[in-house]
């Protein structure tokens, strides 16, 4: 009997410290009123609970759906003296934000925009018109024109723009 015990507790213990793995172990149990020997059978924990739990990731931010608007386009950033001021579409201008200026995208619309230099991007909101260069296409907050710059002295650079897509409930479920 206690010998049974000791194998029984000694397989229960390599059941915990293995972290129930892959594990099959057979032991031998004498019951005393019976004078009969059980086989008990221990196996993996794991395989009987949802297995594909097991082997999904950790859910990652879905990726945008990015559409491309223009590459090779210059843009540039705001001059500090606009800070505190109405832009178009009414919005506090606040060089500190991730928003931009384009003369034809609607309000609101997300664009990102990638250094074509060094490939660094920032995610901006358009909520005001310009530049009024017809050389420039996009003016971006000094914060996030200095994220993306290669050079933080040059007063402008070649991007590409994407639109970023809006995200719906559908999508982001799959």
């Known amino acids: ?23 099959s172990t057979e032991t031998a149990l004498e019951n005393p009123e019976t004078q009969k020997i059980t086989v ?6 794991t395989e009987t609970a949802a297995p ?20 090779n386009v210059l843009a540039t950033y705001y001059a500090d003296k606009f800070n505190g001021r109405k832009t178009t579409s009414g919005e506090r201008f606040h060089n500190k934000k991730y928003t931009a200026a ?23 909101k358009v909520n005001d018109r310009g530049p009024y260069s017809k050389k420039l296409e996009i003016d971006l907050t000094k914060t996030a024109f200095m994220e993306i710059a290669s050079k933080k ?19 982001a479920a799959e």
């Open 1 to 23: 009997m206690k010998n049974s015990i000791i194998v029984f507790s000694v397989s229960l213990v390599m059941l915990i410290i293995t972290g129930f793995s892959t594990i």
């Open 40 to 45: 008990v059978k221990v196996s993996d924990t």
């Open 52 to 71: 594909a739990e097991a082997d999904k990731k950790p859910a990652k931010a879905a990726e945008p759906k990015l559409t491309l608007y223009k590459d």
């Open 102 to 124: 384009h003369m034809r995208l609607p309000f609101g619309t997300m664009v990102r925009v990638t250094n074509e230099n060094n490939g660094k991007f920032v995610d901006v």
């Open 153 to 171: 002295g040059s007063g402008s650079f070649k991007v590409k723009m994407e639109i970023i897509e809006p995200v719906t409930e559908t999508a």
